[in-house]
């Protein structure tokens, strides 16, 4: 149990997760001498459901990937992903070191046939009511046109068999909407896929149109994906806290205090979907299992809807759905 | 006069801008028959600071940078960047083809001495009411470690010389703050930064830090900088229209009705510095004249303020105060 606050997040998060989905059963994979503490105030009701599979290491946040996956044998990261290989567990949810995460999901769980390297793909709310799939999120720094395309068919592919939009639009993000802008990999992409007829290919996008809803699936190179999030996150939760604080409140009426503050809350709620943490957990697409990766900083609740992701991706077998539709989708000459 | 809209909206920011600057003359460079009649009601004490120089052509907005150069010889971007290489302008504003700006700019006013490639840089607004310089915001998709470092030093000297922080921290963006994270040109240009030493390089940090304060310089390649301030631009864009648009207003009674919009003008009060068109105009840094790209798609207010960010430029003599400090900061080595 990875992630920048380790158990004590990731337990009560997981006992949230527990009430909320009364089918569900959690195996917590960490140091037992660190969970058992957290769960003694527990609802006993739900201790039943939850199982703790000790394990020794964990994989340091700052530890360089391809060491980490070297000495990885005892960690938990390695531990859950077993479980999710040996079938023992449908989805393995961690807050841990993305770059160790994906590779380790790689070696341990195998990409689907045709994919070269997995992606971080996560639904983000947007303008019209709907949501963008985005990828990728900081799985591959660098990706080659290839990458790219496949991005773009397995967001396609997810976002009509999870998101259920028919015929989704898939734009690639660039820096204009010119058939000349941007780097070459993004230009060959583009090429493939006006060629590539499976799939609703609408062009470039540029950045202020992540939240416009103008597509179902915008695609970019992991090192742009990560920056953009985060930079979005930062953004909103910079408004969502200015709109918490008061602001010289003392020298209004006790009434326009009040006031102010009703109105403050109704616009928390309304920019409330907007909130990061309500679609924390980025889904790691074109793996032969269900792995989600939480933000490293989450909170309980932020984890606990990371977990409720990995849920829904197993009902809905992200994986064999994307599987049997990459068949059909992707090039022949790959 | 390019941009999206042409003459028709960077005429009247013309007039607003001399408006509010009695020592501005202004050489507005395009189709004479298309700029007069925008000044039939102008403000008559205005006009003897306004001069129209005529030219017959303005290059496309999506003309492919090399080509539009190759062909500028009558195009009112090529004839505003004569005046200010002649000493009859302090400065050009243009709201034109971002790449065929910097391929012109670069080529009749040359780059300063050590450098390489001019930057595009704005300052934006940060959450500790100061000022954050980010560079580069689209002038070169692909960036080597010296160019990161160059752009890194100039923004330095403007953060110092313009903004007047003294001893600006300096960051590169990246997509995690360990040592081992990102693309290889961000991990050299860390490395050489570490060992200059008259930049306080404060080392990596995130997309989320965008506005936090927690540098006075952001360094990126222009590809990332444009992704990322248009992703900026258009969360902030979407809160402040959320913020406009009334919900449901008609339930509820007159008073509060009225009392909801006086409230909601505090609230749209509040971010207005947040607002993109109150920080409109990248400074192209590393030339030996003054050029200011203009967004585009700016409003008549917008480009007003892109017009006074040149008359800012103009007063501080950026070029002149950058070039005198490259010399003592560039490593002796370029």
Redesign the interface.
Known sequence: MGGDFGPRVTVPAALQALALNPSLYLLLVGQTEAITPLLINADPSLLPRLEIIHSDDVIA??A?PSQAIRNSRSTSMREALDLVKNGQAGACVSAGNTGALMGLSKMMLKPLPGIERPALASALPN?QQGRTLVLDL?AN??CDSNMLVQFAIMGSVMAEEVLEIPQPRVAL?N?GE???K??DNIREASAILKETLAINYIGYL???????GKTDVLV?D???G??????????????LL??KTP?GEKKRAWWLRL??RW?QK??AK??GHLNPDQYNGACLLGLRGIVIKSHGSANQNAFAVAIEQAVQAVRRQVPTRIASRLEAVLPKSD
Do not use: A, S, Y
Not at 226 to 238: A, D, F, S, W, Y
């Open positions: 946040n700052d360089k303008q900081g720094v660098e993000l820096i010119e058939e000349n941007g780097l540029e950045g202020n149109d992540l939240l416009t970019c992991g090192f742009v990560n920056v953009t999030l985060k930079t979005l996150e930062g953004v909103i939760r910079m408004f200015l709109l602001n006031l102010g109105l109704k616009f309304r920019f």
